[in-house]
Structure formats: C-alpha cells, structure tokens
C-alpha cells in the first residue's frame, strides 16, 4: 500500500481544487466551443448561401435571355431600317415595291412582339435582380451575426485560455512540492477515474457522494494514518482529518 504522511495526503485536497478548477475551465471551453448559435447561423448560411446561388443563376440567365432578345430586336430593326430606305428611294418594279410594304407590315409586326418580349425579360430580370439583393441581404445579415458571436465566443475563449494558464501555473509549482511516490499515485489516480483525491468527512466520501458502509470505515479506520486509501465507490484517494470518521 503507498504511504504518505497525514499533513502530506491533505495537500491532495489543494491539488485537487487546482484540477477542479483546470476541470470547469475545459468544461467551458467546449461548451463555448460548440455553442448553438454558431451550429444554427453555420446551417442557416448554408441555407441562404443556397439561396443566393440560385438567385445569381436566375439573374444570369436573364440577362443571357435579355441579350438574345435584344439582338432579336436590333436585328429586325435592322431590316426595316434598309427596307424603309429602299422603299423610300422609289427604285425598282412596282409590285417590287408593293412586296416590300407588306414585308414592312410584317417586320413591323414581329418588332413589336420582340420588343413585347424583350419587356416582359427586363422586368423578370428587374425582379430577379430584386431577389438576389434581397437574398444577398440576408447572407450579409447572417454573417454579421456570426462574425458578432464568434468575436463575443473568441474573447471569452481567450480569457478562459488565460486563466487556465495562471492555474497550471500555480499547479505545477504546487506539486513540485509534494511527496513524489504520493504525486505518481495522484496522478495515476486522477487520468483514471476523473478525480484525483477528496475529502473523507463524517463518514461520507466527497469523492462519490455516498456513506460508506461500516465495513469499509472499519477497513478504513484500521488503516495506519500515513497510508493512502482509496473510496471503494468513486476510486478516488480518500483524505482522512481529524472529523473524518
């Protein structure tokens, strides 16, 4: 059984509280580490992100739409411009020149149907254009969310990194002090079963919570002071004082 003086086995308990402290300091480190509000603004973009790529698709292609349309229009304008000219220099054979007022009619006509739908695009357009800025408000909405709750997590990542950095400080320093084959024990103690050493009290292990039965205080009570017990419960080293029993 590993031994350590009484005096010695109660410094575990300033020990334990420096790894408790190391403990909740982790603890809230993952916490804010997998804070919610990240996990949904992190999906909520995704969603919108989504969104604003189909809403950029939708304009592209109008605008692809509007220009086909438009080179539709510019290209029958075009042929009435020339036939308007010929027409109106008087030369060639009259039934020539019949032909071409009713192909005019007829240019004429389409125009006006090309132009009906070249307006129908630029106003489609018009409203998808609407949409992606609108969509594209919402992303930037979302990220300044996100970039305000991480800057606010950031901070209090760094403070809490700070403050566990003070505290393996002042650890390491206290455990140098301790007995050594008491400290590998510890140790040992703490990587297994998550706490490392507590308080015997009125009969109550801190450690687990629990009352001990009696068997186990007998055990205990007949140990000699300087060895190092353990709570039958939780595995922890049990630190025995003066009201332990």
């Known amino acids: 059984m590993a031994k350590a003086a009484p005096a010695e086995q109660l410094k575990l308990l300033e020990l334990q509280g420096l790894d408790a402290k190391l403990k909740?300091?982790?603890?809230?480190?993952?916490?804010?580490?997998?804070?919610?509000?990240?996990?949904?603004?992190?999906?909520?973009?995704?969603?919108?992100?989504?969104?604003?790529?189909?809403?950029?698709?939708?304009?592209?292609?109008?605008?692809?739409?509007?220009?086909?349309?438009?080179?539709?229009?510019?290209?029958v304008a075009s042929r009435i411009e020339r036939d308007e000219a010929r027409l109106n220099s008087g030369t060639g054979l009259s039934k020539d020149l019949v032909a071409l007022q009713r192909d005019l009619v007829?240019?004429?006509?389409?125009?006006?149907?090309?132009?009906?739908?070249?307006?129908?695009?630029?106003?489609?357009?018009?409203?998808?254009?609407?949409?992606?800025?609108?969509?594209?408000?919402?992303?930037?909405?979302?990220?300044?969310?996100?970039?305000s709750i991480?800057?606010?997590?950031?901070?209090?990542?760094?403070?809490?990194?700070?403050?566990?950095?003070?505290?393996?400080?002042?650890?390491?320093?206290?455990?140098?002090?301790?007995d050594?084959?008491?400290?590998?024990?510890?140790?040992?103690?703490?990587?297994?079963?998550?706490?490392?050493?507590a308080r015997l009290f009125h009969g109550t292990s801190e450690g687990s919570g629990m009352q001990l039965s009696p068997g186990d205080l007998a055990e205990i009570k007949a140990a000699a002071e300087d060895d190092i017990v353990f709570c039958p419960d939780s595995g922890c080293i049990l630190v025995r004082s003066a009201e332990w029993a």
């Open 24 to 75: 909740s300091l982790s603890n809230r480190r993952r916490s804010l580490e997998s804070d919610s509000r990240i996990t949904d603004l992190e999906a909520a973009l995704s969603v919108a992100n989504g969104e604003l790529g189909a809403a950029k698709v939708a304009v592209h292609d109008a605008e692809l739409e509007l220009k086909r349309s438009e080179a539709d229009v510019e290209q």
């Open 106 to 147: 007829s240019l004429n006509k389409r125009r006006s149907d090309l132009e009906d739908v070249e307006l129908e695009v630029l106003e489609r357009l018009d409203s998808l254009r609407l949409r992606q800025a609108a969509q594209q408000q919402i992303v930037d909405d979302i990220q300044g969310s996100f970039g």
């Open 150 to 178: 991480r800057a606010e997590l950031d901070e209090q990542l760094a403070e809490i990194a700070a403050e566990a950095t003070v505290v393996r400080g002042k650890r390491a320093a206290f455990a140098d002090g301790l």
């Open 180 to 197: 050594a084959g008491m400290l590998a024990v510890y140790e040992k103690t703490l990587a297994k079963r998550g706490v490392g050493a």
